[in-house]
C-alpha cells in the first residue's frame, strides 16, 4: 500500500470536479461504515452512483482515494483563517478560538480520525502519511509562536517547533482521548482548559476586557 505518494492533480472541468467529490464523500461513508480493509472499490462506485471506469479516471486504487479524503478533511482541520474569524490580534482570543476550531472539526471527523490510527498501526505508508499530517499542524503553529515571539507578547527564549511540537501533541491527544476513546470531557472545560495551557506555557498575558 503507498498512501504517501502525492494524490493526482484535481481534474479541470467542473463536472470533473463534481465527479470526483461525489467519489470523495461516498468512499468516506463507505470508510467510515465498513473499516478501511473491508471497503472495496465496488462499494465506493455503488456508493457514488457511478460506474468503475469513472473510478479510475479520478483515482488508481483505494490507497489513493484514502489518502484523498484525509486531505479533505486535514484543510477542514487545519482552519488557518482564525484571526480573521475572530476579528481580533488578541493572542488569547486567538488560540481560544483556534483551540475549539480544532476540537469541533476534530468530534466532526472522529470516526475518520479513530481509522486513521487504526489503518496507521498495521501499515507503514499510512503511519507516514499520518506524520505528515501532525507536521502540518506543528508547523502551523510554530510560526504562530514564531509571531507572537516577534510581538513580544511570548517568552522568546522558548524553541517555537519545539514547544509548538509539545502543545499541539497535547490537544491532539485530547482531541483522541475524548471524541475517539469517549473521555467525559465537555466542549467549553477543553477549550478553555487548553487555552490557559498553551497560553501559560508561552507566557502569555490576557488583555484586560
Known amino acids: ?69 484525509l486531505e479533505e478533511a486535514k484543510e477542514e482541520m487545519l482552519h488557518p483563517n482564525v484571526r480573521e474569524m475572530t476579528g481580533t490580534d488578541d493572542p488569547v482570543a486567538v488560540i481560544r478560538a483556534a483551540n475549539r476550531a480544532y476540537l469541533e472539526s476534530y468530534a466532526r471527523n472522529a470516526k475518520l480520525m479513530r481509522l486513521l490510527d487504526q489503518v496507521a498501526e498495521i501499515d507503514e505508508s499510512v503511519r507516514a502519511l499520518r506524520r505528515r499530517r501532525s507536521e502540518a499542524f506543528t508547523k502551523r503553529n510554530a510560526r504562530a509562536i514564531r509571531e507572537l515571539q516577534v510581538r513580544g507578547v511570548a517568552d522568546p527564549e522558548l524553541d517555537s517547533l519545539l514547544s509548538a511540537t509539545a502543545l499541539s501533541s497535547m490537544v491532539s491527544r485530547m482531541a483522541q482521548l475524548t471524541f475517539v476513546q469517549g473521555e467525559p470531557w465537555e466542549l467549553d472545560e477543553l477549550v478553555e482548559t487548553l487555552t490557559r495551557l498553551w497560553t501559560n506555557a508561552l507566557r502569555i498575558t490576557p488583555r484586560p476586557d
Open 1 to 69: 500500500m503507498d498512501v504517501g505518494r502525492e494524490v493526482r492533480e484535481p481534474p479541470r472541468t467542473a463536472r470533473g470536479l463534481r465527479t470526483r467529490a461525489t467519489l470523495v464523500a461516498a468512499a468516506r461513508r463507505v470508510f467510515e461504515r465498513q473499516g478501511y480493509l473491508d471497503a472495496k472499490l465496488t462499494d465506493i462506485t455503488r456508493e457514488a452512483e457511478c460506474a468503475v471506469g469513472s473510478f479510475y479516471t479520478y483515482f488508481t486504487n483505494k490507497e489513493e482515494i484514502f489518502a484523498a479524503v
